[in-house]
């Protein structure tokens, strides 16, 4: 498959207001899921408590994996991998550390043969000033050593380089850096931005890294399980990831120091969480890379044995990706014609990378995220990235702002071969705007909210109400696309591509579908084509 532009212009533009598939979600879980992993002795594990075991075990849940060329400096790469999903902002005393029994691992593939060779490590540590108060701070905290934050952590880089999976060398890249702690309220913690900045350290081997709490930068709608939004589809495209944070870490390096070479610049990305037992014995319980692979493409019976695999062999569940059950669910009740199987189209997206775009000679496929590095950043990105004609975004790598779920929709039901449509969630920005500079992420929300919190909560805040606005945004404000009111939204399954028959979606019983009057073109004008 091999990535061209296309002309494509529409001479209207449609607006539907649909209950959600709940067919897909049958299907494994549309949206913000992952499901984690399982080796013999080892827990459940998932992105957005999808799964039953891990969803009491948030530490270890990775939630999210980002990859991408730099904005504003075109010669590193930026990876942010986050974990523990839906923080309640005053979820206190004891916030969101940390786990110290955990090890927070990156894997980059050079080479396309689906083993690492290269892995970041992250390990935490926990230090507390006073154990005799029940206080996470004990005052006003303006600094990272200010003696009023009484619990700190701190955290250590490892680089393992890999051969055949054995570790042929280890360095050490960060050694005890300072964690940017909870956002616990603005009387707490008057100015989180310079704690966020403070927390941002250089690093020999123009290395950049961060680690503490951030907005969750995922942003879709979920509250399809209230059943089906409890018929009251006027709630169909609220962010419901807004106002939740998660702990991050990030890392920005020299793009020539992951990448093959030059002549080889696609890497293959995705992390797992290996935790400590009772026997000193480390065990994966959580991989992710590539977004919501596990959840729509792979059965339920298969789950764990996809995160208990290893990338090397996601051969087994390639049936589920040339045959997807998802697209078939979408046809048989919404009526919008799938795709004739095998899908090599799905192929080059979930497993192998598109052709002429970020797919490594000698490609294994394996679920990661693939990422050519030597791709410029977008002057002005596209939410729907290579859909789009925008290269530098989604399925090439993944930006904060790239909108995954409509990407991920309008590929499954057959948009690079052909078959357009307009699937989405109505759902199109992050309910935060996102920062200009490393590492990126949103600031957190706050815990405290109330009247002293809102007092100065104004552009460029502590709160990350109104941070600065982001060259990876593509120009849409961050609270573009909260409420379906907004004519201009992409809402779910809201497609052109039943034609004059529409989609029957009156089935369901759950459908309110119309047609903006006047409404102009897309706005949209090219796109991938597959061959």
């Not at 589920?320 to 979408?330: D, N, S």
């Not at 046809?331 to 002429?356: C, H, M, N, Q, W």
């Not at 948009?415 to 992420?441: H, I, M, Q, T, W």
Request: with cysteine.
């Amino acid at each position: 498959m091999t990535a061209v532009a296309r002309s494509r212009t529409k001479p209207w533009s449609t607006r539907g207001i649909v209950g959600l598939v709940c067919g897909v979600l049958a299907a494994g879980g549309l949206a913000a899921a992952g499901t984690g992993t399982l080796v013999p002795e080892a827990a459940r594990a998932s992105s957005h408590r999808e799964a039953p075991l891990i969803s009491g075990q948030p530490q270890y849940d990775n939630t999210d994996v980002y990859a991408f060329v730099s904005p504003d400096k075109p010669d590193t790469t930026t990876i942010v991998a986050n974990w523990i999903p839906f923080e309640e902002p005053a979820g206190g005393p004891n916030f969101y550390p940390f786990p110290e029994d955990a090890q927070y691992d990156v894997h980059i593939d050079r080479d396309g043969d689906a083993q690492g060779d290269l892995l970041y490590r992250w390990t935490f540590d926990t230090r507390t000033k006073n154990g005799d108060t029940f206080l996470y701070n004990t005052g006003p905290v303006t600094s990272l050593d200010d003696p009023d934050l009484n619990v700190t952590q701190t955290y250590d880089i490892d680089l393992l380089r890999l051969k055949d999976q054995k570790v042929v060398s280890t360095k050490k890249v960060a050694d005890d850096l300072p964690i940017a702690p909870s956002h616990v309220g603005k009387a707490s913690m008057p100015n989180y931005g310079e704690l966020r900045d403070q927390a941002v350290r250089e690093l020999p081997g123009d290395h950049t890294a961060f680690a503490g709490q951030a907005d969750d930068p995922f942003f879709l709608d979920l509250r399809v399980f209230d059943l089906l939004y409890g018929g009251d589809l006027s709630e169909v495209g609220r962010d419901t990831l807004a106002g939740y944070n998660v702990n991050s870490v990030a890392l920005q390096v020299p793009s020539a120091s992951i990448r093959q070479s030059e002549k080889q610049p696609t890497v293959g990305i995705w992390s797992t969480t290996q935790r400590e037992n009772a026997d000193g014995k480390w065990t994966q319980v959580s991989r992710l890379g590539a977004p919501l692979v596990n959840e729509v493409v792979v059965p339920m019976k298969d789950k764990d044995k996809f995160n208990a695999s290893a990338p090397w062999n996601d051969g087994d569940f390639l049936p589920y990706v040339t045959k997807p059950e998802l697209a078939r669910l979408i046809e048989s009740i919404y009526k919008i014609k799938a795709p004739k199987e095998p899908r090599k189209d799905l192929v080059s997206v979930f497993l192998t990378g598109v052709k002429g775009l970020n797919q490594p000679p000698g490609v294994r496929p394996a679920e990661a995220l693939r990422l050519n590095t030597s791709i410029k950043p977008a002057a002005s990105p596209k939410r729907l990235g290579v859909l789009d004609g925008d290269n530098a975004g989604y399925p090439n790598g993944r930006r904060l702002a790239d909108d995954v779920l409509d990407i991920s929709l309008q590929v499954v039901q057959g948009e690079l071969v052909g078959r357009k449509n307009d699937l989405g969630d109505a759902v199109n920005a992050n309910d935060r705007e996102f920062g200009r500079s490393f590492p990126y992420l949103a600031l957190p929300t706050a815990g405290s909210r109330g009247p002293l919190a809102e007092k100065g909560a104004r552009a460029g805040s502590d709160d990350g109400s109104g941070a600065p606005g982001s060259a990876m945004t593509g120009g849409e404000p961050a609270g573009a696309a909260r409420d379906t009111d907004d004519s201009t939204d992409t809402v779910l399954l809201a497609s052109a591509a039943a034609g004059g028959a529409g989609l029957l979606l009156l089935t369901l019983g759950i459908v309110w579908w119309r047609t903006r009057a006047g409404g102009g073109p897309r706005g949209r004008d090219s796109g991938v084509t597959g061959v």
